[in-house]
Structures are given as C-alpha cells and as structure tokens.
C-alpha cells in the first residue's frame, strides 16, 4: 500500500523533463459547477505550470493556463501558484483547494471517499511517456464559491491525482481519461495510444468498499463534424475480478489547452449507467 509520505515532493531524477503534478476535479449538480486545477513543477527547469477552469451554471466563467512559471519551493503540504493554492490537511485523506481573483472566490475541502489507487497496482504497465509514479483517488468536496458577491454551498463529487516522473507530453498520439461515480461505485479509467507502445488501458473501480483493477476496458470517442474534441464516449469495463460495466458519457463543456504540440480537452459531462446518470470528469488529449 502506498504510504502517506508519497505525497510530499520528491526528489527528482537528473532528467530535464522531470516533473511532479497534483491534479484535482470537482463538480456539484445543484449549481451545474465545476472545477479543474492543476500544479505541475519541473525543478530541473525550474519552472512551473498551473492551469484553472471553473464553470458555473453550465457556462465557463473562469479560464486560465499560465506556463513557465518560477518554480516555488514549498512542498506539497502548502503550496501556492499562480493564485492557486493546495493545501494538505491530512495526507491522503483531507485537502484544501483555494482560489481568489476579483470577482470570484473559490475556497473548498476535499474529503477522500475511496482509499488511493497506486498504479503501479494496474495490470498492464504504464506506457513510458507517462511519469511513472503515479496514483489517484475519489472523494466529496464541500464548501464556498463567491462570484461577484453571491455566494453558493458547494457539496458535490471530486477526483484527483498525483504524479511524478519522466513525462513526454508529445509522446502519445492520444488519450482519454473518463472519472465519474455512480452511488458507492467509482471509475477511474485512462486509455493511452502511445507512440512506441501503442494502445493500453489503465484505472481501477471502487466497488463493494474497495479498489479493484481493471482487467480490460475499450473506450470508443464520438466526434461530431471537424470537432478537434469528441463529444461522446461509450466505455466498456471488466475489472480484475470479473465483473462487467457498461457506461456510455456526453460531454457538455470542454476547455482546450495547448503543452507545446499537445492539445488537452478538460471536459464536464454525464455518465449514465444502470439506468443512472451522474455528472462526471473527461480528459481527451493529443499530438497536433
């Protein structure tokens, strides 16, 4: 089991394109809300990246992807960039995800739901372009968003991610990241078509009260005309004991990014599965 000091900084290996990320995503139904953030460190260069999407009420009111950053030197267990601030309250379990800049405020507490997922747990190996240190988890996020002076309670659903490694961002044709939960049950599932080792699947399901690897899953993308982001997905799943889900997603809102020759689609949507649907995380990616 991957112990609580994982998720502090760590030292970094000798190549330049080293880095160490934090990620974290959430979304409440009542206020159509979400949000997601990410601080990635590259001390060999040192620098730093942060990006921030917020969107409220169905809409994007908040965008910003800020590179080449000074490279800070606190560690994970408060760490500022960019206006955007992670703090750890109990390691692996309890977070705080600040962010103010007229006329919003964001101020939450991420609560773990599920124990962590270390991928090195997965059943295939991680492709090499992808730090290969790396592990996830799912929680419930509650607390504060104030817009131009109107206040909303947040309570809703999270996502998160810590990597670090070798990462060639350029190094996939592709990938698809899908997260979402449905009652006690969770997904985390990533397929990579990766230029040297081509097509591979990865995650786990959080079901029965614990993790589970998945076995196999088949992601198949629907793009509507020259969409550079697909607005459909159908998933299938078999986890490592056998069970089998099937759950298809529509993308509502997507914010592309550009790394260089990569675009990422962050994206909000719904999953539906038995006769359910619930808000949920995509992420598509790709070499230009």
Known sequence: MISATADLRHQPTSEE???????????????????SSRIGLEPNR???????IIALD?????????????????????????????????????????????PIMLDVTWQASTP????????????????AMHYEQSGHVRGALSVAGKSYAIDGTGHRDHSWGVRHWEGFRSWTALMGHFGHFYFHVEQFDEKTTGITRH????????????????????????AAFPRQFSLEIEDAIGNKYSIDGEVRLTCPLTFGNCMVGESFGTFSFSGQTNPGIIEYGFTR
């Open 17 to 35: 394109n080293y880095s160490e990320s934090k990620w974290f995503s959430f979304y409440d139904a009542k206020h159509d809300f979400w949000v």
């Open 46 to 52: 040192k620098k730093a990246n942060r990006w921030l």
């Open 203 to 226: 995650g786990f399901v959080f079901v029965d009260g614990g993790n589970v690897s998945i076995k196999n899953a088949k992601i198949e993308p629907a793009f509507s005309g020259e």
């Open 58 to 102: 169905g809409k994007i009111i908040y965008h910003d992807l800020a590179t080449n950053l000074d490279l800070p030197q606190e560690d994970w267990d408060k760490i500022t960039l960019g206006g955007l601030q992670f703090r750890t309250i109990e390691p692996m379990v309890r977070y705080g995800i600040k962010f103010g800049i007229d």
């Open 116 to 131: 962590v997922f270390d991928y090195k747990d997965c059943l295939a190996p991680l492709p090499p372009s992808l730090a």
